[in-house]
């Protein structure tokens, strides 16, 4: 099975700050995707990549797959407490028909 | 669309009763999966479904746990009898193409188990 180890496991920032979340694959990755959780709701889609070498952003957010498709690292501009909640990487096997879940970063953004 | 819709969204019962969660995926969507999620163990995958049908549920815990999808759009998660160490968060999600144009997280059902 395939296996996805976040860093941080945990973070506290102060508003304003910048910070970076990884997300490293046991296996070459065929779509890694990025989501929020804030505690008691659902996830929420950050977004998704697919290519090596590609990056995409929402608002402050960005994130990057490496080239070898093997780790992703979710970045966070001038950080607000909105941003606070659980960062989870997911990513869907070679077969396309299993989805597994990173073990989760826990942002913490102090006003 | 409305998104996919778990019910209830948080459910209280005592040790030993027989518990019913529901799903309801996005339309058109054909893969279905069920999660857990405990502050031990993080988000774990319980069960999915491929065009109604049981994929790979070796994430059961035990055959306390049962899941079925009668049509595409509903599927159940029972637990009988359920015991505390149950109490948990339990998500629901659909996606369409095996997931490669992304997946759709319901609500979650928080279960508690006294």
């Known amino acids: 099975s395939q296996e996805l180890e976040q860093s941080p496991q945990s973070l506290i920032v102060q508003e304003g700050k910048n910070l970076t979340i990884n997300c490293t694959s046991s296996k070459t990755l065929y779509g890694l995707y990025w989501y929020k959780q804030k505690y008691g709701e659902g996830l929420i889609f950050l977004m998704m990549l697919q290519k090596g070498g590609e990056e995409k952003s929402h608002e402050k957010i960005t994130a990057k797959l490496d080239e070898k498709k093997q780790q992703s690292s979710l970045h966070i501009t001038a950080s607000q407490p909105s941003h606070a909640g659980i960062y989870l990487c997911?990513?869907?096997?070679?077969?396309?028909?299993?989805?597994?879940f990173g073990t989760g970063t826990s942002l913490t953004v102090i006003p | 669309d409305a998104g996919v819709i778990q019910s209830p969204r948080h459910e209280v019962t005592e040790m030993g009763q027989e518990v019913t969660l529901r799903c309801k995926p996005i339309?058109?969507?054909?893969?279905l999966f069920w999660y857990r999620q405990t502050m031990m163990r993080g988000l774990e995958l319980l069960i999915y479904f491929n065009n109604n049908v049981p994929i790979d549920d070796s994430g059961m815990p035990e055959d306390r746990f049962s899941a079925k999808m009668p049509n595409a759009s509903f599927s159940t998660l029972k637990i009988q009898p359920s015991e505390p160490r149950d109490s948990a968060v339990y998500f629901c999600?659909?996606?369409?193409?095996?997931?490669?144009?992304?997946?759709?997280f319901g609500s979650g059902t928080r279960l508690t188990v006294v």
């Open positions: 999600a659909s996606s369409f193409s095996q997931g490669h144009y992304g997946y759709t």
């Open positions: 997911g990513a869907v096997s070679n077969t396309g028909n299993q989805f597994y």
């Open positions: 339309s058109g969507h054909n893969s």
